[in-house]
């Protein structure tokens, strides 16, 4: 069973490959702007911010722009904020990034437009109902509908009614339903079919839907959801260790490129912007959703309008499953046992053991008809995946555990005797001089168990409820190597949650809020407690194996609050949409100490070299005696002893973003998008005041709680882009554009110097 490859992109683990001095002084956190790409069609380039966006700032202060300028942000950004404030206060509502918008336009059997028209539209899974008029223009906008599948009726006196049955409504996507009125009584019925290849011909978003049928009937080895994404064009996924070498049109999604959402609301790991949601060694599958959860994936490429940012790459959002009118679920169990696998016919060795059981099930349906909906869903999973260990593994034998003194022993306890034989002759070396051969297999178990809990409340026309909870608890444990004691765990838990409100005031106004829960929280144990690294200064022979931790035992608890706000007016042919998202982040980490110790080399033994060098050079006729063995280890003589790690440190920042966008349908066939989007991330900082930058200019560590750097206030990001229908007729879409998008500065970066403090450098 293949399984993804995860570094530990920890980057504060970098202290084990940190000199002494290096560490002694500490570590810089450089003053590092925000990231920003533009877009052009389907073509993105990174930019330098400052030659962009901060012409005018002083030289030495990239981030602070003079005075003037400084006011003039000043007023716009009040000016934003109490916009935004009048918006949260007035109308409560739905969350954006979760809805769409039908519009279109109709007419009579001559192509003459017919204002006033009663557009019906109806959620036929529901029931749930908006009633607009098309306007002078014989136009007709319903936004903020959720991911379904629509009836829609037109009627108007003196004309037969027309039904358009079937409409499916993707997320994040604006499509156009026109329809056409034929002369006649309103009781007369006309009903068409919608068109099953639909297009969006109102926005410049370019991106990927994945479909319900694409999620429930494609295989996903081990479900995870996020395979999906492969199916993306221009997708490079699992392609090694380096979660950086995955990317989403050409940006890397495996650490910060892509921005992950559940139903438009914040799912990321919170220190960053990183695909999977599990940390270091953990192997969890379903950190977001299961794939029976999942409606839809929305995956938005380029030229996104003002409402999306923090990505210079792409949107990822996952869409999950509502009730309805008609109770519906399914059960179901996936097995694989190696028991029942065909041999390879090339694999001649010893079969590897295999035990995945993956099982669970779904019940949706209504509460109260055509009012309250209900969706549940659970998934677990049993995996135990057995490795056998190739190569040789070496291990002291029993001339070479005798050598060691009283003070060894315990560590010495800790290593298995070989079972296959003496170690090999290599390189003129003797290696059963000192070592055995240990075979042996590793393992690695995997026990999940996810629950999703949906529920949707129809409360009047105006007024629309939904409350979403996913939890995932999972546990990796693995053996690492096979020295007792040599296994580590890896607990997982991450919890999402959402609040939303929809707000129908009126045919042209429309307001959504909503609020976002994300805590994913992982452990990690390093391997049986008691014993350091183990290292040697000049051994070209090493000691074999030893019952070494596996770097450090760690705790990554994150916390992210998000308030969404946008809301919509309709006026004439301009459909205009301005908000606020605002996400308190919260990221802790703690690299509980970790000790190492390092040995002396042992003394030349020419009893281990099959031609002894007799004290001609090293070299000569193939000769080289094999110095520094691992005596020195027996002999306990160590030359040096170090601690790393640090207390559990919160870094703390708010993530500010103001939108304004304007989607104006110039022609029946073209619209033009425009907006503007405003970001200020606060400055981070760890919750105690202690955290010390390290000054290159003075070779020392700044004051406790110093700021780290400065802010930005500059971040202004304009999107412009197009959608013409050349036909007229919605099947084809010409669109393009251009914008600038940022990526903040990923909350867990300042864990970097999370060592630097007074306690740990004095």
């Known amino acids: 069973m293949a399984q993804r ?38 073509t993105s380039i990174t930019m330098s911010p400052a030659s962009l966006l901060r012409p005018l700032a002083r030289a030495g202060s990239l981030y602070q722009p003079p005075f003037a300028t400084r006011s003039l942000l000043r007023r716009i950004t009040r000016l934003v904020l109490m916009l935004s404030a009048l918006v949260i206060l007035a109308v409560q509502a739905r969350a954006q990034l979760d809805t769409s918008t039908i519009a279109g336009t109709v007419t009579d059997g001559t192509g003459a437009v017919v204002p006033g028209v009663t557009v019906q539209i109806v959620d036929a899974k529901t029931n749930r109902t908006f009633t607009t008029t098309t306007n002078p223009k014989g136009e007709y906008f319903a936004p903020s509908l959720p991911v379904s599948t629509y009836r829609l009726t037109f009627s108007k006196s003196g004309f037969r009614g027309t039904t358009l049955e079937g409409v499916v409504l993707h997320a994040n996507e604006s499509i156009s339903e026109n329809a056409v009125l034929k002369v006649g009584a309103v009781n007369e019925v006309v009903t068409v079919q919608a068109q099953q290849v639909q297009v969006d011909t109102e926005t410049s978003n370019l991106g990927t839907t994945i479909t319900a049928d694409q999620v429930s009937q494609l295989p996903i080895n081990g479900r995870d959801i996020t395979d999906l994404l492969t199916l993306v064009p221009g997708a490079i996924q699992n392609t090694g260790s380096n979660v950086n070498n995955d990317s989403l049109g050409g940006f890397p999604s495996g650490q910060f490129g892509a921005n992950m959402l559940l139903d438009g609301g914040d799912a990321t790991r919170v220190d960053g912007n990183v695909t999977f949601s599990t940390f270091g060694r953990g192997e969890a599958r379903i950190t977001r959703s299961s794939v029976d959860n999942v409606q839809e994936v929305k995956v938005l490429s380029s030229d996104y309008s003002a409402e999306y940012g923090r990505a210079v790459g792409e949107i990822i959002n996952f869409i999950t499953k509502s009730g309805s009118n008609t109770m519906h679920g399914e059960v179901f169990e996936f097995l694989r046992n190696d028991a029942l696998d065909a041999k390879n016919y090339f694999n001649t060795g010893e079969s590897v053991p295999l035990r995945l059981n993956q099982f669970g099930g779904n019940l949706g349906g209504p509460i109260l008809h055509n009012k309250l909906f209900y969706f549940g869903n659970y998934e677990g999973e049993r995996q135990r995946v057995t490795n056998i260990v190739t190569g040789e593994t070496l291990v002291l034998n029993d001339a070479m555990r005798a050598q060691a003194v009283p003070a060894m022993q315990p560590v010495i306890a800790r290593i298995p005797h070989g079972n296959g034989g003496p170690a090999l002759t290599t390189n003129n070396t003797i290696y059963s001089y000192w070592f055995d051969v240990l075979n042996g297999t590793t393992y690695s178990d995997i026990n999940e168990n996810t629950y999703a809990l949906k529920l949707d409340y129809v409360m009047s026309p105006k007024n629309n409820f939904a409350l979403r909870y996913n939890y995932n608890q999972s546990n990796t444990y693995q053996t690492y190597g096979l020295a007792v004691g040599q296994y580590e765990e890896a607990p997982q838990l991450s919890r999402l949650g959402k609040a939303t409100w929809n707000y129908v005031g009126s045919e042209t106004f429309l307001n959504e809020l909503g609020f976002n829960y994300n805590h994913p929280h992982s452990y990690q144990t390093a391997g049986e407690e008691g014993f350091p690294q183990w290292n040697c200064f000049f051994c070209n022979i090493g000691f074999g194996l030893a019952p070494s931790p596996d770097l450090f035992p760690s705790d990554e608890p994150s916390t992210s609050y998000q308030l969404i706000d946008t809301a919509t007016k309709i006026k004439g042919r301009n459909q205009l949409r301005f908000g606020t998202d605002i996400r308190w982040n919260s990221v802790g980490r703690a690299l509980y100490p970790q000790d190492s110790i390092y040995y002396a080399g042992g003394p030349t033994v020419e009893a281990a070299t099959l031609l002894p060098c007799n004290g001609q050079p090293q070299g000569t006729n193939g000769c080289v005696d094999p110095s520094g063995g691992p005596e020195g280890f027996l002999a306990n003589n160590g030359i040096s002893y170090s601690v790393l790690g640090y207390p559990l440190t919160f870094i703390h920042n708010v993530m500010n973003a103001f939108f304004l966008n304007d989607n104006i349908k110039l022609r029946r066939n073209l619209v033009v998008n425009l907006g503007i989007r405003y970001e200020f991330n606060s400055v981070l900082h760890d919750s105690k005041g202690k955290l010390q930058n390290f000054d290159l200019n003075t070779l020392a560590l700044d004051k406790p709680g110093a700021q780290l750097y400065k802010p930005s206030y500059v971040d202004w990001a304009p999107r412009l882009g197009f959608n013409w229908d050349p036909t007229g007729r919605g099947l084809t879409s010409l669109k393009g554009g251009f914008g600038l998008f940022f990526l903040p500065i990923a909350p867990g970066s300042p864990l970097n110097i999370a060592a630097n403090t007074e306690e740990n450098v004095s």
Not at 21 to 40: C, K, N, W
């Open 5 to 42: 490859n995860r570094d530990v992109e920890n980057s504060s683990q970098k202290l084990l490959t940190t000199s002494p001095s290096e560490a002694l002084h500490g570590t810089r956190m450089e003053s590092v702007p925000e990231q920003i790409s533009s877009d052009s069609g389907k």
